[in-house]
């Protein structure tokens, strides 16, 4: 079987990298086009890109030629969006309107109500919003999106307690840095420190959870009824986020019920290539998740549980590149190609 | 007038070297005894303890002998306890006994209804309950104490908030790794992590703020009546706790009304010279309080609090074994010594 | 073809758990027994060890049932010894003169000269020390021994440079934190600070490389004649020791001259399973290698070298608890084995 | 006595907060003129810069109008200059032209034979060389530079050893974020990793010292006869530099004798307001001095050293921004009025 082709739009940044890395083995794509801004268009990828990845660069993706960030110069079936939020609120229709799948990291796209925020494991089923988009805006291709890191952790927790009736959660979150992007935390502001504020983070955070966990109502996609507070703090961590979490549910569950929960949890997804074999590690040691030892669960994909206590309480943490960004993205499409829609 | 004769209890760990700091330079105050184990008794003080403040061992200090943590070795009218939990238990109450006045960081005592729990910016009028503390147990003495840490960077800032109902609390603290001591957390436990567990700590932040904002009855000291829930958290900074607070009240203020409750905040407390000009700090830029600027604030006494949003939510960020253990005890001592009690 | 069997001794500590990390899926060895002190013999593995790695604990070996470290309880063809150094000196001669052989990180035996001190790129022929040995001791067994993670790093990076005179070294070495074990160096000693001294760490150091450059003249191994003058440092880094290197030489050769020596190394091994494909390898970067980007490369086997300029100076980095300690006990169980030693 | 009028080139960057908070309560400067770049000119200081200092802004200064880096807009007799080197380059000739004394803390012109490179205990007799400065470019006012912040740590510790004949010296650096300003190294390179390159600083450090040491002729300042080998490294240390040291001496003096020469050491400057009691502090101690609790010594100002060994071998450590930069030039400022040339 020929691959599909793809490309990655924003290919030298940091999200970029982690693209290259998730999808230059994989068993379904084939890396064909690596785009950037102008001032990389033209370089071969590894005089354009600083690699900053602690494995080395794909050899052949080294010697591709970097492209500009324009449907004319792309030669993918589907393209992986690493821009800018900005950029991207521009750029994606382009693409979209050109033909291409565009599965997105962005976050300009997230909260339309025809384009869907997906994680694979909450909501296979606002797939179904991919047809009403292309009806409403005349385009060949569609967009997909995936949220933002801190918002997949616990969503992807919170989706086996739907059933108790969530009514509000709680979230204090301690990111890591490679969030920002390479040059987005500067060593002077967070050695030793705690950056108690990550510009239109909480903002996300709080609408994100309820569209993922809500319903296609045939016309748009209706946003799950419970509200979300949240706290976002920059730790000195170089990947993975932890979140302490508060959740109140109507059916007032006890933690052995949370737990059994997350235990059961099964997405029943089939079987995606960068899917973790299970989407939520429960850990009953007391100190447990640790971003050092726990974020590459699931080759990072998967999400680590721990602390479930009453109130209901616990601690969620995951990787924010791959799972929370790169690994998603990914995840999503190839879920598009199981559907039949890629 | 001479001056108060004062000695610390474990005056080798990191909260006595903290005491040693902070009382070597006293208006009211003389050093004249260190205690310590048997393992330091009978050696000069600066071949006892290994200095691992930033500030120079006091001169004159480094030259006492370390004696025993008996009554009878101590010479004192006021003993600072920084003594572990458990020896704590017995030995403070052998010092009452002997007639000691004895201000204490240990947790042992703190929530025995009879013995205050102090915040003097809080609940100066909770010393009423020494008076009966020495009838119940038949002490010359009395001990007072100081709560947990992160109990006091919050609590202080909940006492403006009492006016408007405080129904519940959330917190989420990110602690730094010094409030364990100077072994207390390995480097490889923390170095680019988070641990998401501190022993004990989550019960004492949920009990000593309701005894501090209580009220005395005459018996015994009565917690006021609201819920505290806590996820504590290690994080890789050296001093400073940064804590996300959501407090829930009768009232539902604005941001603005807390914000004006937190500036007005004036515990009325005459002049203790320990005391910061403001023990509530208001810091309005988006990403403040954070440990490294804002932890020496009021050297080290003042609680900087930021980022007030709807909710309530706000940060709330204090030193950890300055206003968090060392600092407070004093400032116990000294408003004691105010109102004639030493 | 049955495996070998292979224990471990002081298998709960931190190299211990490398031990069983680099040997659990080995082509060659199949771990049979873990010795422990008295407290965790009689335990299930899970129960006496805290798994402080990445990776997770091999499950098999997690309901090995720990044994005491004693001859007569170990069942194994080679033992591998991660004991502290004192107790290294009484009990690995025990097990050699019980017929175990003993592959050992441990400093008490490296400087005997009977007793080889390998690092299997640099010394095979010292193997021939071994019948020596035996003679020397009556010992059925045998010992040999690997070098101090720091010296390892540098020392691989000198045997090329050999055939140009090597008359004196200067290093300076900025040492992570996991070489001192999981209790090692407190956080408050290291969080963004650096500890100018390692105890005991010169001293090996400076007398290791010229017995590993040395040659074995039938009866006892004789050392190089170089002198290294060494400063260690402990930096806030999790793996991998950063070593700034400055070689005298008699034939003074150009950078380029170093450069083509350190790429034309070839040690001829044969294809042993725990050897990286390159031993040396030379990053051409103007900023590599870092221990963050480079400690994992040929399976945290390999040594980075780079910045080669003129005095010659350079940067040598490697893993220091997997080449600097597991690995390289565990590589020269392989030479041992691929030699009919074993 | 009216203060001298004292003016900062580069306000608004990290070493230009330095110079403010060492010239806000300084007994002979007064803070008259605040310049910065275009971007900054015209706002108010405490809206154009944003404070990085663990201290507050000093209120008043605050309030204080940015002017532009232009002779015709600043109000000042000395200007500090915390320019980059480029713009340095020009501005400071035309400052100097311009009748200004230029204190300098960049390295434009560091290495000019006609203007000094100052360490007041060091060279204070190369301050003849200003004259002659003057009349080979027709100046009424003049520059005087302040070398590199590691050339600084070490090089006065070089200074009571030139009796003994320095003739070659190999220092490793590990130097403090805080050395490459707010932005200059992100969290993501640095965090847990060590960068074995900082750009352009061996070749200041290799031949900086040797103009410091070296004699003026009447003409031109002559550098001393040694060689200087230098490797500099990041660390993820926020502020102080620590040197791995060796020396290489004519006499051979003995670790006790270098302990003494450093001991002695005595500037006789008289009594400058920035000098520190002592320019060099000798720890005893096995284990210092060290970044963290050494390096706010003197307020900032002393070079600590320790671990004096065979070889000639030892430790120096210093304040990259203060003794290394800010303070610097203000010593020199204050050597310069001593001596009435300002």
New interface residues.
């Given amino acids: 079987m020929a691959k599909i082709k793809a490309g990655v739009l924003g290919a030298t940044g ?1 999200v970029g990298q982690r693209f290259i890395e998730g999808l230059s083995d994989h068993p379904w794509f084939e890396l064909t086009s690596l785009a950037a801004s102008s001032r990389s268009a033209g370089k071969k990828y590894c005089d354009a890109a600083r690699w ?1 990845l ?1 494995t080395e660069m794909p050899k052949d993706l080294g010697d591709m030629t970097v492209v500009n960030v324009d449907p004319s110069e792309v030669d993918a079936d589907v393209v992986f969006s690493a821009l800018p939020s900005d950029e991207a609120q521009r750029v994606e229709a382009e693409f979209a309107a050109a033909g291409f799948v565009v599965a997105s990291n962005a976050a300009a796209n997230r909260m339309k109500p025809d384009i869907p925020l997906m994680i694979p494991e909450c909501n296979k089923e606002h797939l179904d919003a991919i047809k009403k988009q292309q009806e409403n805006r005349g385009w060949d291709g569609y967009i997909v999106t995936n949220p933002n890191c801190t918002t997949i952790m616990f969503t992807l927790s919170l989706k086996p307690l739907m059933k108790f009736g969530i009514e509000s959660v ?1 979230i ?1 979150s ?1 990111q890591a ?2 969030g920002a992007g ?16 990550i ?1 239109g983070e909480e903002e996300k955070v709080e609408t994100e959870p309820q569209k993922i966990l809500g319903t296609f109502d045939g016309e748009k996609i209706v946003s799950a009824d419970f509200s979300v ?1 949240a ?1 976002c ?1 920059r ?4 990947d ?1 986020h ?1 979140e ?1 979490i ?1 959740v109140t549910m109507r059916d007032d569950p006890s933690p052995a019920e949370v737990r059994e929960a997350f235990l059961k949890f099964d997405p029943g997804l089939g079987d995606l290539p960068t899917e973790p074999k299970k989407p939520l590690i429960v850990r009953d040691e ?8 726990d974020r ?1 669960a699931g080759r990072g994909m998967a999400i680590s549980v ?2 479930i206590r009453s ?1 209901i ?1 616990y ?1 969620c ?1 995951g990787h924010n590149t791959v799972r929370g960004a790169a690994g998603a993205s990914i995840l999503n499409a190839e879920l598009l190609h199981q559907k039949g829609l890629l």
């Fill in positions: 940091a900053r602690e709680h204090a301690m840095v490679s390479y040059e987005g935390v500067p060593s002077m502001a967070i050695l030793g420190n705690i950056i108690p504020y510009g507070s706290s703090h730790v000195p961590v170089m993975g932890t302490a508060w007391p100190d447990r998740p640790q971003p050092r030892l590459n721990g602390r109130g309480r601690i943490m």
